[in-house]
């Protein structure tokens, strides 16, 4: 959201301090109607002790967005869910669903309303889902949703038709803007946050894929980025080069005419075909500050597409270890990997090492 990577503004799990500007301020400033709905978890909730104004719902005003329909805003995940008869806060308002309602479907329809009020003027939406995030639980279109004791029952056979009906929601917004005759100049990007959870496996081509959420292998970092934009991209194209998180906030900065700094690299160059010179590197510092499985493998590292160096020195050839199994031995490296590690090392040495952030 700041374009910036984690060492420099991230403080606690589930905050953000609010001297920090956001994507949400910079699409405001340039004239926006701007709004956020779905998973917040910025407030500090989950720190009341040590974030005194945890409980400002005013909040996601203060970083940009003039209207918000969020879950957990200051209210933790353990007062209320986000999926069945949800507890939501909006505006200012907090509002109990009704033991019918689902959280996905009354986001989606806050965003389809939204979009009908401000169609005929500029407007940027940020929608975190929160499908399809655990506890993996019945959706509308599930067979048990239909007995109500069983709309909270956490079972991996259900993540299946959460993905299923967050390609609904998706396509319904897309829909609506075809609808309302602006779909044309609307740019819509789609992306993941993390890898599937652990106890997730999926079928890919002719192998099983196990998640990886909370760790630094592929299966956790990368994920799915898709655009659509039809009156610039006519034609669909893949793209095989490296994106970092950090870039999206340039990117948007970029599509606006702001001059803005930030940590990324703008790749609106690449969706109008003007042009765009690819990432040689993306870099990660990765410190979740939460449960102890995640932080086992908290780390820094900096990557080619094909091969990876971390922090503690570990270097890893992705093409023929994509799981990171086996550090290449500096000995048995080749000339041309002994100078794609040193390239790696200066570039990792732009970065404070973690143990010097604490």
């Not at 007062?79 to 308002?93: F, S, V």
């Not at 160059?269 to 990432?279: C, E, I, N, S, V």
Request: with cysteine.
């Amino acid at each position: 959201m700041t374009g910036l990577y984690n060492y420099r503004n991230y403080d606690y799990f589930g905050h953000l301090n609010t001297d920090q500007y956001t994507f949400g301020n910079l699409m405001q400033d340039a004239g926006y109607a701007t709004c956020i709905v779905g998973k917040w978890q910025l407030n500090g909730a989950y720190h009341k002790d040590n974030i005194l104004d945890w409980n400002d719902n005013t909040k996601p005003n203060s970083f940009g967005f003039d209207e918000y329909c969020l879950w957990q805003l200051t209210k933790s995940g353990s007062e209320g869910g986000r999926y069945a008869a949800p507890l939501i806060e909006q505006n200012g308002e907090l509002i109990k669903g009704k033991m019918d309602d689902y959280g996905p479907d009354l986001f989606v329809n806050y965003i389809m309303e939204y979009m009908e009020r401000k169609k005929d003027s500029p407007f940027f939406i940020y929608y975190p889902m929160v499908l399809v995030h655990d506890p993996f639980v019945p959706t509308p279109d599930s067979k048990d949703w239909e007995q109500v004791d069983l709309r909270k029952k956490n079972d991996t056979t259900y993540f299946k038709d959460m993905v299923s009906y967050a390609d609904i929601i998706v396509g319904s917004i897309r829909d609506k803007l075809k609808a309302l005759n602006i779909e044309d100049n609307t740019i819509i990007i789609f992306t993941g946050d993390n890898g599937t959870h652990p106890t997730i496996y999926s079928k890919m081509a002719n192998s099983i894929v196990q998640g990886a959420k909370g760790n630094t292998i592929d299966t956790g970092t990368h994920v799915p980025l898709i655009v659509s934009w039809p009156q610039a991209i006519k034609k669909g194209f893949v793209y095989n080069e490296l994106i970092e998180f950090s870039d999206f906030f340039p990117t948007l900065a970029d599509i606006v005419g702001k001059e803005t700094p930030s940590d990324g690299k703008s790749f609106y160059p690449l969706l109008k075909g003007t042009g765009y010179k690819a990432r040689n590197t993306a870099f990660v510092h990765y410190d979740p500050q939460w449960g102890k499985r995640v932080n086992q493998y908290r780390n820094q590292f900096v990557r080619t597409l094909g091969y990876k160096l971390y922090q503690d020195g570990k270097f890893f050839n992705l093409d023929k270890d994509p799981l990171e199994k086996h550090p290449i031995h500096p000995d048995s490296l080749t000339g041309e990997e002994k100078k794609t590690k040193q390239f790696l090392m200066d570039e990792l040495k732009k970065h404070p090492k973690w143990e010097s952030i604490k």
